[in-house]
């Protein structure tokens, strides 16, 4: 089939390269326009974007999938089938009307749970001990499409986010080059989602990615886990911000006994109290330095018996 695949950020890119290597022909990418970004803030081309103008594939950088310009490119394209990774847009009727078999979207979650930004994060802050991945046809409705077909994916106690969207991302992109295949082939029909099992997962906000030492360790470690890597899990020291890595609840026996934010160093090791046992903070970053060792950042700050992580 002929095919106009549509992303932004790497979490797409082994996608976009698995249908390159299918027998599929990819004639064009989508992606959001060109934005600044990392430390110098610089514009850039999207992942996807690049990946596209290193194999000589068209671009497409609409500022809104609804604008004329873009539509009528794409109906000239004409594409079968639009496959859709992480795209960051909303798609009106009158681009998904275009393809034949519509645009076939790879979400992060095993619908119909977690539909919406943030499915993975979602995962890891609810507990889940399964997620996975789901292809399913884009409609109007918020990620409600019938669903052609899922991947599921146990979560480690250790996976963060970044972690998480890693493996998925490779195993989706296999299962977005079958459910193609199968389209493709007409041996696949989408099956619609359950509505009764339906459940949102909102974008994390930085305020969302704040640690909360008054509360279980089990909730501090799941809230840092889904904030890794953004939007960032963070306290403040001093009355100042800082970001923080992925925790460890630590239930040694051993363990002192620290109240909620309070910290206990030695040389290899920094804890911190919530309201059940210590959590083990690993990597650090404060305000306007480079991320560092718990242990080596608080050989620089000497936290005293009074410091306390959130006031």
Same mark, same amino acid.
């Given at each position: 089939?002929?095919?106009?695949?549509?992303?932004?950020?790497?979490?797409?890119?082994?996608?976009?390269?698995?249908?390159?290597?299918?027998?599929?022909?990819?004639?064009?990418?989508?992606?959001?326009?060109?934005?600044?970004?990392?430390?110098?803030?610089?514009?850039?081309?999207?992942?996807?974007?690049?990946?596209?103008?290193?194999?000589?594939?068209?671009?497409?950088?609409?500022?809104?999938?609804?604008?004329?310009?873009?539509?009528?490119?794409?109906?000239?394209?004409?594409?079968?089938?639009?496959?859709?990774?992480?795209?960051?847009?909303?798609?009106?009727?009158?681009?998904? +009307?275009?393809?034949?078999?519509?645009?076939?979207?790879?979400?992060?979650?095993?619908?119909?749970?977690?539909?919406?930004?943030?499915?993975?994060?979602?995962?890891?802050?609810?507990?889940?001990?399964?997620?996975?991945?789901?292809?399913?046809?884009?409609?109007?409705?918020? +990620?409600?499409?019938?669903?052609?077909?899922?991947?599921?994916?146990?979560?480690?106690?250790?996976?963060?986010?970044?972690?998480?969207?890693?493996?998925?991302?490779?195993?989706?992109?296999?299962?977005?080059?079958?459910?193609?295949?199968?389209?493709?082939?007409?041996?696949?029909?989408?099956?619609?989602?359950?509505?009764?099992?339906?459940?949102?997962?909102?974008?994390?906000?930085?305020?969302?990615?704040?640690?909360?030492?008054?509360?279980?360790?089990?909730?501090?470690?799941?809230?840092?886990?889904?904030?890794?890597?953004?939007?960032?899990?963070?306290?403040?020291?001093?009355?100042?911000?800082?970001?923080?890595?992925?925790?460890?609840?630590?239930?040694?026996?051993?363990?002192?006994?620290?109240?909620?934010?309070?910290?206990?160093?030695?040389?290899?090791?920094?804890?911190?109290?919530?309201?059940?046992?210590?959590?083990?903070?690993?990597?650090?970053?404060?305000?306007?330095?480079?991320?560092?060792?718990?242990?080596?950042?608080?050989?620089?700050?000497?936290?005293?018996?009074? +410091?306390?992580?959130?006031?």
């Amino acid at each position: 089939m002929k095919l106009v695949f549509a992303g932004t950020p790497e979490v797409a890119v082994p996608s976009l390269k698995a249908l390159l290597a299918s027998d599929h022909e990819v004639a064009a990418v989508v992606t959001r326009p060109d934005a600044r970004s990392g430390r110098g803030r610089k514009v850039s081309a999207s992942p996807v974007a690049e990946l596209a103008q290193s194999r000589g594939i068209e671009v497409l950088k609409p500022v809104k999938a609804k604008d004329p310009e873009f539509l009528e490119r794409l109906a000239e394209i004409a594409p079968d089938c639009c496959p859709v990774v992480a795209y960051g847009a909303l798609l009106p009727r009158a681009a998904l +009307d275009i393809p034949q078999h519509g645009w076939v979207n790879l979400h992060f979650s095993l619908l119909p749970a977690w539909r919406g930004a943030a499915p993975v994060q979602h995962a890891l802050l609810h507990g889940d001990d399964v997620t996975g991945a789901s292809t399913f046809r884009i409609v109007e409705e918020l +990620d409600a499409g019938p669903v052609f077909g899922t991947l599921a994916e146990t979560i480690r106690p250790d996976d963060t986010t970044g972690d998480l969207l890693d493996r998925l991302s490779t195993s989706g992109a296999e299962l977005l080059v079958r459910t193609i295949d199968g389209i493709a082939s007409g041996e696949l029909a989408p099956v619609p989602q359950q509505e009764s099992e339906v459940s949102y997962a909102a974008k994390l906000t930085t305020p969302d990615a704040e640690l909360d030492f008054t509360l279980p360790a089990q909730r501090v470690d799941r809230v840092a886990r889904a904030c890794t890597p953004a939007p960032g899990a963070w306290s403040t020291f001093r009355e100042t911000r800082v970001k923080f890595g992925p925790v460890r609840p630590v239930t040694d026996a051993d363990r002192p006994e620290l109240a909620p934010g309070q910290l206990h160093a030695d040389k290899k090791h920094v804890l911190v109290g919530t309201s059940t046992h210590p959590v083990e903070l690993g990597q650090v970053q404060p305000q306007g330095k480079k991320a560092m060792a718990a242990a080596d950042w608080a050989r620089g700050v000497h936290p005293t018996e009074d +410091d306390r992580l959130g006031g």
